[in-house]
């Protein structure tokens, strides 16, 4: 069993950065490829990150990539995600899944999901 808890969040205006975390007990961690997920209020949960065991792979949604930065540290069983550049639609519940692979991940074949964290972006 993996439990995972994010922290992180918060109000933000548009322009400006978060980073959130998400903690993972259990020894699975290593071996687990780990997301980030979204859903806005009135929209389904949707694929935003992704990160393989060993950091090689990474996916972003198209929505995201060149302003958020997926990362993790293995010792410390934790995954990051850096968000700059942010956008009122970025506004959502954010979060932290483990898979098997970023492949799954992607295509929401999710073996454990953190509660959420909720990052608000102001206009």
């Known amino acids: 069993q993996v439990q995972l808890v994010e922290s992180g969040g918060g109000l933000v205006e548009a322009g400006g950065s978060l980073r959130l975390s998400c903690g993972a007990s259990?020894?699975?961690?290593?071996?687990?490829?780990m997301g980030w997920f979204r859903q806005a209020p009135g929209k389904e949960r949707e694929f935003a990150a992704a990160?393989?065991?060993?950091?090689?792979?990474?996916k972003y949604a198209d929505s995201v990539k060149g302003r958020f930065t997926i990362s993790r540290d293995n010792a410390k069983n934790t995954v990051y995600l850096q968000m700059t550049s942010l956008k009122p639609e970025d506004t959502a519940v954010y979060y932290c899944?483990?898979?098997?692979?970023?492949?799954?991940?992607?295509?929401?074949?999710?073996?454990?999901w953190g509660q959420g964290t909720q990052v608000t972006v102001s206009s």
């Open positions: 259990g020894r699975t961690f290593s071996r687990s490829a």
């Open positions: 990160i393989s065991r060993d950091s090689v792979a990474i």
């Open positions: 899944a483990a898979a098997g692979n970023t492949d799954f991940l992607k295509n929401g074949r999710i073996d454990y």
